[in-house]
């Protein structure tokens, strides 16, 4: 472990032992209170230093493995690659902080996993992969809590990211009660508009980077979903909804991580 001039310490996979294109760094960070873990897709046989950097937010109960190990994220977006249909990017996959059965993406506990999330992981990634080194594209995407974290943390930092997707989103706080046994004020914030995914997004309403969501049919978050959609055409603000076959669950994520990949493309 060496220091950088970011963090204190960072730990980064040794290629000898790599595969399937996954790298893996684990850095020291304030806002975690200690450790936190992000597995990279880094495309074979980029020279460049400016990939753009797509950030992929897992669910509850996940880890910074859940995207690669899980939905096979990083041999989707090979494929696409390989096929022409998007252009190089780096996939980073962070944890939510690991806190209880999810953090939510936000500040609570004396804990700021938002940071960690716009600040810390895309600093890590520039740092320590060469092929970011001068990257200035990021998208955010997720699933489910991690859904609710790209459009919060999308809404809420407009500048940071160049397009926004979420796949079965949770799109309110309370909905965390749905997946979670800590308790609901665990998670509460100090203003409202941080509870909420219309509100935030309402909030930048001017600003907001080209922005889709999609759900389920019969997933228990559709309603939720559908009740977004129709808060932010009422509102006249820009995005893409759909729907599609399929319940909460893996196979319906990494079928439709394709969408998410092809939305950001339009905006690299």
Known sequence: MQPTERFRTTKISDPRFESDNLRYITIKTPNLKGRGN??????PNIKVDNLPITILLHGVYGSSNSWSQQAGAHRT??????????????????????????????????????????????????LNIPQAKNSTTTFIGGLSMGGFGALMLGGKYPKKFKAISAHSAITSLPQMELFVEEQLSDYQQVLAKSEAAFPM?????????????????????????????????????????EEFEGIHEWAYWEEHLVDSLLFFEKYI
């Open 38 to 43: 992000i597995c990279l897709f880094v495309p």
């Open 77 to 126: 977006a090979m494929r696409l690659i390989q096929s022409k249909k998007i252009r190089p990017m780096i996939l980073a996959m962070p944890s939510d902080g690991l806190w209880g059965d999810g953090s939510a993406y936000s500040k609570h506990g004396g804990f700021d996993f938002e940071k960690w999330i716009v600040e810390d992981v895309i600093d890590a990634v520039r």
């Open 201 to 241: 997004l309402k909030s930048n309403r001017g600003k907001l980077p080209p922005l889709r969501f999609d759900c389920g049919k019969n997933d228990l978050l559709i309603e939720h979903n559908r009740k977004l959609h129709a808060q932010l055409l009422a509102a006249g603000i820009s995005h893409q909804y």
